[in-house]
């Protein structure tokens, strides 16, 4: 009962599936290709980047129906906190299940799914610089999940099986493509996006693909099955492309020992080449040749996370978290490109106050925050911007 009790208060991503979301899975072993030989060990690290954190926007989910998604400031230049600053800001709330927020130039984005609208603020103070209101020519709402940028444009993967693109100087929407079912990640990568298409409402009858769409053209070119229920979808800087994949959620609850599921595709064919077979990953976050992937149990209430070199695609540390600290149910993960910290959010039962944890990039605690409800998306600023 209290598994189901967690559940349906997690549940703000797939409305229809309250039954099953928080038992999440993936799919039988798929055998191991190949790895990668364009990675070479002595590959230099980028650049670093000089400036400091000045301040973090910490997007807070909520929870499905209540209307309660909220914007919190880190600020760390002056030691202070404020739970919502969107609210604060512009007089309003930001509206119903929060899913993605992200920075891109001067400006955050956060998609609001169940609101069905893109908040686009000013990322120096969180002022509003346009609502983006998403909705077919029948007066249905889109459902705006994830975002992504190329070369200028906004490209949102909508729960309607349709990707927007926004101009993002005059803000103004250009054009949809029809992808795959409930679409629930996308990244932008060789000219190309690529959208993890869930299926998510559709449940027993998932989606099993990842779209291929040309930015050029704005048409899908290519469908690449990588297994059901795929997720969040991120690309490399060596023209990959990993996706974790969730699998049937009913067949987790009911025991199955299958995790999650993680994959790579090959930006330049556009095919699968790789599964990971033994990586039962449910979310992950890429920075830089790392990424960071997290698993949790819903069943033994059990979390990990690991570190990933995307050049030799193996995993270098088995256990992230070096000093012990525990977390209850990590739920949102993103790395600050100032400073390399690592924040975690941690959505603890998804009904009380969630909290963040900032971790230095060797796996030691530096602090935590209270924040809202389900903290799950992460944007920065720099105190020199």
Same mark, same amino acid.
Request: with cysteine.
């Given at each position: 009962m209290q598994i189901l009790m967690e559940i349906r208060m997690m549940n703000t991503r797939h409305a229809r599936l309250w039954r099953w979301l928080g038992r999440l899975g993936c799919v039988a072993a798929v055998p191991l290709l190949w790895a990668c030989p364009h990675k070479p060990d002595d590959e230099p690290e980028p650049p670093a980047v000089f400036a400091q954190t000045a301040r973090v926007y910490v997007l807070n989910e909520g929870l499905y129906a209540m209307n309660n998604s909220t914007l919190s400031c880190i600020d760390l230049k002056n030691d202070r906190f404020e739970p919502d600053i969107f609210q604060r800001v512009n007089g309003r709330g930001l509206g119903d299940t929060g899913n993605e927020l992200k920075r891109y130039g001067n400006k955050l984005y956060i998609c609001v799914s169940t609101s069905n609208t893109v908040e686009v603020l000013s990322a120096s103070d969180a002022r509003s610089l346009k609502q983006i209101k998403l909705y077919n020519e029948a007066g249905v709402g889109r459902? =705006?999940?994830?975002? /992504?940028?190329?070369?200028?444009?906004?490209?949102? /993967?909508? *729960? $309607?099986?349709? &990707?927007?693109?926004? $101009?993002? /100087?005059?803000? !103004? &929407? !250009?054009? *949809?493509?029809? &992808?795959?079912?409930? =679409?629930?990640g996308i990244c932008a990568t060789n000219g190309k996006l690529y959208v993890s298409n869930s299926g998510g409402l559709d449940y027993p009858r998932y989606d099993s693909t990842v779209s291929v769409v040309s930015v050029a053209t704005f048409t899908e070119i290519k469908r690449i099955d990588v297994s059901i229920n795929p997720y969040t979808i991120e690309a490399d800087r060596y023209g990959d492309v990993y996706v974790c994949t969730r699998g049937n959620y009913e067949e987790v609850s009911a025991g199955d020992p299958r995790g999650y599921g993680f994959r790579r595709i090959d930006a330049g064919t556009d095919e699968l080449v790789q599964c990971f077979d033994d990586l039962a990953v449910l979310n992950f976050t890429v920075s830089g040749d790392t990424a960071y992937l997290y698993n949790y149990d819903y069943n033994r209430k059990t979390s990990w996370i690991k570190r990933f070199d995307l050049r030799t695609e193996t995993v270098?540390? !088995?256990n992230f978290i070096q000093d012990g600290t525990e977390l209850r149910t990590p739920y949102g993960m993103e790395v600050d490109p100032f400073s390399g910290d690592v924040y975690i959010g941690d959505a603890a039962n998804f009904i009380v106050t969630g909290r963040v944890y900032c971790f230095s990039a060797d796996g030691r605690m530096k602090f935590w925050r209270e924040t809202g409800l389900n903290p799950e998306g992460f944007a920065f600023v720099g105190d020199n911007e």
């Open positions: 459902q =705006p999940r994830r975002i /992504a940028f190329w070369e200028g444009k906004a490209y949102v /993967a909508c *729960f $309607d099986g349709t &990707v927007c693109r926004i $101009d993002t /100087a005059t803000l !103004e &929407v !250009e054009a *949809f493509c029809r &992808v795959g079912r409930n =679409p629930d270098t540390q !088995e």
